[in-house]
């Protein structure tokens, strides 16, 4: 009983190695990896060549008065002049019921995103 018990788990024990090594590959070899890196190079060309188109064509913003309209129909009105703020083109404005509000504005198009809290 002793020597089939061991002969069995002995044979069951090689199976299982045999099995194990034929799945294992190297951290380099295993292909789901290197698409998942080649899919990172690839993006970072691409955000390298957006970087360089917008470097060479720089859009014109949006004038003031685009922006007042697109503000007038949202109901605000204009305090002051558009600016940067934190990388956003912000106005501040009056609402409907005279608040003062800062408002986030697309500085392309003129066209209104939402309300800024500062």
Do not use: C
């Amino acid at each position: 009983m002793f020597n089939t018990k061991t002969l069995l788990a002995a044979a069951s024990l090689a199976v299982l190695a045999a099995a194990g090594t034929a799945n294992a590959a190297p951290w380099e070899d295993r292909h789901d990896r290197q698409e998942m890196r080649h899919d990172r190079q690839d993006l970072r060309h691409d955000r390298r060549e957006l970087r360089h188109d917008m470097r060479v064509e720089h859009r014109g913003y949006a004038g003031r008065i685009r922006i007042a309209d697109g503000l007038r129909f949202h109901r605000y009105s204009m305090i002051g002049d558009p600016y940067f703020v934190h990388g956003r083109y912000v106005v501040r404005t009056h609402d409907r019921f005279s608040r003062i509000v800062f408002v986030q504005v697309d500085p392309y198009s003129g066209a209104f995103i939402r309300e800024v809290v500062l």
